[in-house]
């Protein structure tokens, strides 16, 4: 029996660390990983790095005839909704452009792909949404999410599509998301404002990865809602984790969006439904409270490592005298 070979793009981010670690925890891949970076921030056991550009058809087209994989997982993406709102060009050319070319490569190497997809592709105005829901984006990020979208559906290429919602957790290297900026804010006793007009199911990196690596195994194809089970608002949240961190709650007061006067427009009664996830995939969401349980166990787990490795302070020894 030939060992898969999987081919994880944007593997320096959030989701791409994630996926490495549960596919080389599985063991029984052949595993290439890819981001824009000079080298990978972290070492992955058993895997080839190779730099690739998503925007850079060439750049796509060599990455996936030196690797020859069964199938791409697509982590790579421009998610800073603002900023995608603001620097559109870059947005496209990223979210929708490289999504096209990861496209074209795939098919001429009869590959499949998995791509990441978002609730922004919907207007937020009757949230939860099912994978049949019709999608009606507000934001720039939300329309280039759904031309990526429609790019692999129209390609031909056996294709899943993994829409999900309020990413969080831990891995090195990568910029903070919510629960990340959140905990650090209430550590240094920072006075926050969370929005409670912000309805959707905050997802654990960790079981989306998870989830992504069902529908390969599982060989699925089409579209599914992978996120958590708690379709909460975003101060609901915070609250859940300034509980479960020991955190002080009295730090975190509400606020509605519309006063934040932000470039992108943000649905509100949003939300995804992920039953045929569960039933197809095998999928188990963690509840809210679950995976900030779990997120805990896994940075106490890295302070206990950093401070293992942290080297031994040299002693005051006196000098003899003469």
Known sequence: MNTKRILVVGSNGLLGQKLCEVIVRGGAYNLTISSVEDKPIRHV????????????????KNLVNACKPDVIMNAA????VDACETERELCWKINV???????EAAKKNETKLI?????????GKSGPYAEDDR????????KSKLAAENALRSSGIPFVIARTMVLYGFAPGVKPNFALWLIESLEKKKQVTIVDDQYGNPTLVDDLAYGLIQAFEMERTGIYNIAGRDIINRFEFALKLAKVFNL???LISPIKTATLNQPAPRPLKSGLITLKAEVELGYKPS????????????????????ADSAPVPAQNVAKPKR
């Open 45 to 60: 056991v058993g895997a080839q790095y190779l730099k690739c550009d998503i925007t850079n058809k060439k750049d796509v």
């Open 77 to 80: 993406a421009m998610t800073n």
């Open 97 to 103: 452009e490289g999504v096209e070319n990861l496209v």
């Open 115 to 123: 791509h990441v997809s978002t609730d922004y592709i919907f207007d």
């Open 135 to 142: 999608p009606e984006p507000m934001s720039y990020y939300g």
């Open 248 to 250: 002080d709650a009295s």
């Open 287 to 306: 509840t809210a409270e679950q995976g900030l349980l779990i997120l805990k166990t896994q940075l106490n787990r890295t302070l206990r490592m950093l």
